[in-house]
């Protein structure tokens, strides 16, 4: 168990750029789940994946936001036309059946 | 109103102390109550994990859910410096819930 992977730490992009991040979960999970965390806030849930089916999605993920699992494994979470608004940790987690998330260390987003 | 409400703090208390952490929430189907502790940078470390009323006590950390009030409690026994971190309580409405609702959480300082 190496826990959850992402990459990479930390990403600083001008506004307008598209930007991708990547998340390994723990190995065997088949839950995957993103959320965002602003300063002095707690994580904002974004969407999930049983596998590698998007079974939920937050108000908060416009249609520059876009998450894939194609396998079941890693996922990614694309952003396109980043505004300065989007600037924040995107934080993923996973979980096995009835276990409580593991979380990442994140990928810090900074848009100029 | 949010879901979840957590005293931001910050909270200060000397070394040995016992500390108290404490969250409200309104949705009534929530069944599921975890705390996370997150260091500066990185991504939220699980805890404690509670499934309906009741305590759970692991090492120095004690978890109490009072559903009937809404409530819920974490309390650390001797406190030490390396337990400085926002805490985050976090509820769900199942195990394999679609999304976990966190509170916003408390910044805990530790004085030497």
């Known amino acids: 168990d190496t826990g959850v992977s992402q990459d990479p730490r930390h990403k600083i992009t001008k506004r307008g750029q598209n930007v991708t991040f990547r998340c390994d979960p723990i190995?065997?999970?088949?839950?995957l789940y993103w959320y965002r965390q602003t300063l002095g806030q707690g994580p904002e849930f974004l969407t999930y994946?049983?596998?590698?089916?998007?079974?939920?999605k937050s108000r908060l993920l416009s249609d520059r936001f876009s998450a894939e699992r194609p396998k079941g494994s890693f996922s990614t979470l694309e952003i396109q036309r980043t505004e300065q608004g989007d600037s924040a940790m995107y934080l993923c987690a996973s979980g096995e059946g009835r276990s409580p998330l593991h979380f990442g260390n994140g990928t810090r987003l900074t848009v100029t | 109103q949010k879901e979840v409400e957590q005293d931001p703090g910050p909270l200060s208390v000397p070394e040995g102390a016992i500390v108290s952490l404490n969250c409200t929430y309104s949705?009534?189907?929530?069944?599921?109550f975890m705390w996370y502790r997150q260091y500066s940078r990185k991504g939220p470390e699980l805890l404690m994990y509670?499934?309906?009323?009741g305590n759970k006590e692991d090492g120095r950390f004690t978890a109490q859910v009072d559903k009937s009030s809404k409530y819920i409690s974490l309390f650390i026994r001797d406190s030490q410096p390396s337990d400085s971190a926002t805490y985050l309580c976090?509820?769900?409405?199942?195990?394999?819930?679609?999304?976990?609702?966190f509170g916003s959480g408390t910044r805990l300082s530790i004085r030497p």
């Open positions: 976090a509820m769900s409405r199942d195990s394999s819930a679609s999304k976990i609702i």
């Open positions: 190995s065997e999970h088949n839950r």
């Open positions: 949705n009534s189907a929530f069944q599921y």
């Open positions: 994946f049983q596998n590698e089916a998007q079974l939920e």
């Open positions: 509670t499934y309906s009323s």
